[in-house]
């Protein structure tokens, strides 16, 4: 650890009352960034790239019967949904103030706002997380978002985000995964094992 000294304290204070002026963003067309005839598709093929699985479902109901077709979730006990309306949760939220309170969950079922089909990516506001540490601290991860509620690229996902006031938001593509040693992939290492992405046809 550190050790927080006067004089680091006077340097740091002083550093942090400078501004910094960064280059200005460059100016992007829009069009001339990627766009997809077919963005789900897209979006299927670069979420399979990054370790990830995703599921057309025609409704929210067949999410819950999806899932019951793993093994992992048929056998699962702690389970928080925040997608009620796609599959009942066994674990409330309502009272958890400790994060460490979710050490044993299962699966976390979330909410994805849209998807990004350039690289697989679901943006998840973190108003729809009564904890954010729901994304990270499950076993398993299911994502379910609306056919309809997707962009091509990051272009379209950051004016999609543009003004974003909550105080936590976040980019999801694929599991949990490292390479650190050896460039060994390694899946779930630090977060969940598998991702789920369950793409409701809204249209």
């Known amino acids: ?11 740091l204070d002083r550093i942090k009352t400078q501004p910094v002026e960064g280059p200005a963003l460059p100016d992007v067309d829009p069009n001339i960034v990627i766009a997809f005839d077919d963005p789900v ?38 389970l928080v949904s925040l ?19 979710y050490a044993t969950v299962d699966w976390t079922i979330a909410k994805g706002e849209f998807m990004v089909a350039e690289n697989g990516a679901i943006w998840v506001d973190g108003k729809t997380l009564p904890h954010r540490v729901l994304l990270f601290i499950a076993q398993y991860l299911a994502i379910v978002v609306k056919k309809s509620e997707i962009v091509s690229n990051m272009h379209q996902a950051y004016e999609r985000v543009d003004g ?4 936590f938001g976040i ?19 630090h977060g969940c094992r598998k991702l789920q992405v369950f793409i409701v046809d809204d249209k």
């Open 41 to 78: 598709a897209k979006f299927q093929e670069m979420l399979i790239a990054v370790g990830g699985q995703s599921h057309v479902v025609s409704s929210y109901e067949a999410v819950g019967k999806t899932l019951q077709t793993f093994d992992e979730f048929a056998s699962a006990k702690h």
């Open 164 to 167: 974003f006031g909550g105080p």
């Open 1 to 11: 650890m550190i050790q927080q000294t006067p004089s680091r304290r006077a340097i």
């Open 171 to 189: 980019f999801v593509s694929g599991p949990s995964k490292t390479a650190d040693i050896e460039q060994s992939l390694v899946l779930g290492a």
């Open 83 to 101: 997608v009620p309306e796609a599959v009942a949760g066994t674990v409330s939220t309502e009272s958890v103030r400790d994060p460490l309170a």
